[in-house]
């Protein structure tokens, strides 16, 4: 595994700097840069930047439910212009995955983390080279099923809410709740993912107007460009192929001590 996430290397993919197993724990753990600006679902619910990290997801986004603390704002969707600008990201990294036969179908808004305006995708690769479930997945096979993942991380980012159904079909105001809630240049992307008899490529929704004038990190399109040169997906094709008994795979966030200095 650590081999695996050690070969993928895009702008837009949070790079792991250690991957193992915790025997005790019976888990796989990756650990990565840590981000001061936490997840996009954080971002969503205008969460508090010191929230612990651990700290319940019941608690964290949906009020405190569960103990005595004040209740956290509602989630709100993005402007037009932040959702073109992460969606573009989130795609150009989606591509490089797919590109090297890795589907991309773990993409959610907490996989997703933010850092001075760059979006990049973490936990998706090694939940899928594990082979552990996916959470809400339709069912869609192969690179269907990222590019779904992303028609429902769009929407969620466009309106704050999660696209309800594990595979939306229609997305228009009979078929979708707050379906006037989306701006049309989303609801555009979000009708050619779901509508259609078969889920598009990624370099098909790549070219939606809402994507394509977006300013990229110099060295994305040399990346996205270059041969591929490593086949992960032939490295672990699923948990069983591990020589080990496996509960969970979790992500670490380490800060960087020089940002304390």
């Known amino acids: 595994l650590a081999g695996a996430l050690a070969g993928l290397r895009h702008p837009y993919l949070l790079p792991a700097a250690h991957g193992g197993y915790d025997r005790e724990r019976r888990r796989v753990v990756v650990v990565r840069p840590f981000c001061r600006e936490g997840s996009l679902r954080d971002r969503l619910h205008r969460a508090a930047r010191g929230e612990p990290l651990n700290s319940n997801y019941v608690d964290k986004y949906l009020g405190g439910v569960l103990c005595a603390r004040a209740p956290v704002a509602a989630p709100r969707g993005l402007g037009v212009a932040e959702v073109a600008s992460i969606g573009r990201q989130v795609l150009e990294a989606l591509q490089y995955l797919q590109d090297r036969k890795l ?5 959610h808004a907490g996989n997703v983390v933010l850092d001075r305006g760059r979006a990049m995708l973490t936990d998706v690769i090694e939940n899928e080279l594990l082979g552990l479930p996916v959470r809400g997945a339709g069912p869609e096979q ?6 779904a993942a992303f028609g429902r991380l769009l929407h969620e980012m466009a309106t704050g809410r999660a696209l309800e159904g594990s595979a939306p079909t229609l997305v228009s ?23 259609a008899e078969e889920r598009p490529p990624l370099a098909e929704v790549l070219k939606a107007p809402l994507f394509a004038n ?8 040399f990346i996205n460009q270059a041969p591929l040169d490593g086949k992960p997906r032939q490295l672990i094709r699923s948990a069983g192929d591990l020589p080990i008994e496996l509960d969970a795979c979790e992500s670490v966030d380490v800060e960087d001590e020089e940002d304390d200095e």
């Open 103 to 107: 589907r991309g179908a773990h993409l």
């Open 142 to 147: 192969g690179a269907a099923a990222g590019v």
């Open 214 to 221: 977006q300013v990229l990190l110099a060295d994305v399109r």
């Open 173 to 195: 105001p009979a078929g979708m709740a707050a379906a006037k809630a989306v701006p049309p240049p989303v609801m555009t992307v979000l009708r050619l993912i779901f509508e």
